[in-house]
C-alpha cells in the first residue's frame, strides 16, 4: 500500500521560504513520476514540479527559478524547497506517485492530476504580503 505523508507547511510572508517533505513508503515503481501539486480554494489542483526516477526534474513556469525539487532515495523522501515565496503560492501542497510507462513523460504527468493515483493528505502553505 502506497504511503504518502506531506509536512513542512506554514504560514509566512512575501519573500521568505518553506522545505515542504513527502515522506514515500508502500511503492515498488522501478520507473516512476514523483511530483508535488497544489490547490488553492476555489481553483484546480495544478501541478508545481515533478521528479523521475533518474533525477530529471520538471517545473510549472510560475515557480521556476524559485522552487527547487529534490528526492532522498535513501530515506524515500521527496522535498520541494520553496524560495522567494508569494502570497500566489499560498495554497494546500499534495504529492504524489505514479509508475512512469514506458514512452511516458514526467513532464506529461505534472500537468494534470489525472495522471497520478497516489495522493497524501496534503500540507497548508500560506503566504503574506
Given at each position: 500500500?502506497?504511503?504518502?505523508?506531506?509536512?513542512?507547511?506554514?504560514?509566512?510572508?512575501?519573500?521568505?521560504?518553506?522545505?515542504?517533505?513527502c515522506a514515500a513508503?508502500?511503492?515498488?515503481?522501478?520507473?516512476?513520476?514523483?511530483?508535488?501539486?497544489?490547490?488553492?480554494?476555489?481553483?484546480?489542483r495544478e501541478g508545481?514540479?515533478?521528479?523521475?526516477?533518474?533525477?530529471?526534474?520538471?517545473?510549472?513556469?510560475?515557480?521556476?527559478?524559485?522552487?527547487?525539487?529534490?528526492?532522498?532515495?535513501?530515506?524515500?523522501?521527496?522535498?520541494?524547497?520553496?524560495?522567494?515565496?508569494?502570497?500566489?503560492?499560498?495554497?494546500m501542497y499534495y504529492?504524489?506517485?505514479?509508475?512512469?510507462?514506458?514512452?511516458?513523460?514526467?513532464?506529461?504527468?505534472?500537468?494534470?492530476?489525472?495522471?497520478?493515483?497516489?495522493?497524501?493528505?496534503?500540507?497548508?502553505?500560506?503566504?503574506?504580503?
Amino acid at each position: 500500500q502506497v504511503q504518502l505523508v506531506e509536512s513542512g507547511g506554514g504560514s509566512v510572508q512575501a519573500g521568505g521560504s518553506l522545505r515542504l517533505s513527502c515522506a514515500a513508503s508502500g511503492y515498488t515503481y522501478r520507473h516512476y513520476c514523483m511530483g508535488w501539486f497544489r490547490q488553492a480554494p476555489g481553483k484546480e489542483r495544478e501541478g508545481v514540479a515533478a521528479v523521475v526516477d533518474d533525477g530529471r526534474t520538471s517545473y510549472a513556469d510560475s515557480v521556476k527559478g524559485r522552487f527547487t525539487i529534490s528526492k532522498d532515495n535513501a530515506n524515500n523522501t521527496l522535498y520541494l524547497q520553496m524560495n522567494n515565496l508569494k502570497p500566489q503560492d499560498s495554497a494546500m501542497y499534495y504529492c504524489a506517485v505514479e509508475n512512469l510507462w514506458s514512452g511516458g513523460s514526467c513532464a506529461l504527468y505534472m500537468r494534470s492530476p489525472k495522471y497520478f493515483d497516489h495522493w497524501g493528505q496534503g500540507t497548508q502553505v500560506t503566504v503574506s504580503s
